[in-house]
């Protein structure tokens, strides 16, 4: 049950994990987006982050496939990204790395919050939860 009292049933989908299917995992998102009469903006927040979150999964892990959940809780969207990889902390070095490397804090800005449940060795596989509340 949600902080609303009522219980939540979440919208679920998994999709291959290979860059063609960003196209796909961006539909699910705007049409969910739409059924929930969000505002542009609003749609469009939601729209970056996940697909950043989903980029992450097929850039840096080998999964198969990524999962995606989507629920309202009273004025919130929660999405879910999970994947079956594994979690790499590090510190990053743009003179050794480069451009790029921002994905998180860009998914920080856009939503009110980001959860990762990170994946390891032992127990792979990584949950990243973002949530947009409408007030």
Do not use: Y
């Amino acid at each position: 049950m949600g902080a609303s009292g009522r219980t939540i049933v979440p919208d679920v989908k998994s999709f291959r994990a290979h860059p063609s299917a960003l196209f796909e995992i961006r539909q699910f998102v705007r049409d969910r987006a739409a059924a929930a009469t969000l505002s542009e903006p609003t749609t469009n927040d939601l729209l970056l982050a996940v697909s950043e979150a989903a980029a992450n999964s097929i850039i840096h892990t080998t999964t198969a496939d990524i999962e995606l959940r989507w629920s309202v809780d009273g004025e919130c969207i929660a999405i879910e990204v999970r994947d079956q990889g594994v979690f790499r902390k590090r510190v990053r070095m743009p003179e050794v790395e480069g451009e790029g490397g921002h994905g998180i804090q860009l998914m920080m800005a856009l939503v009110d919050q980001v959860t990762i449940e990170e994946g390891t060795q032992r127990r792979p596989g990584t949950l990243v939860r973002l949530v947009k509340c409408m007030s």
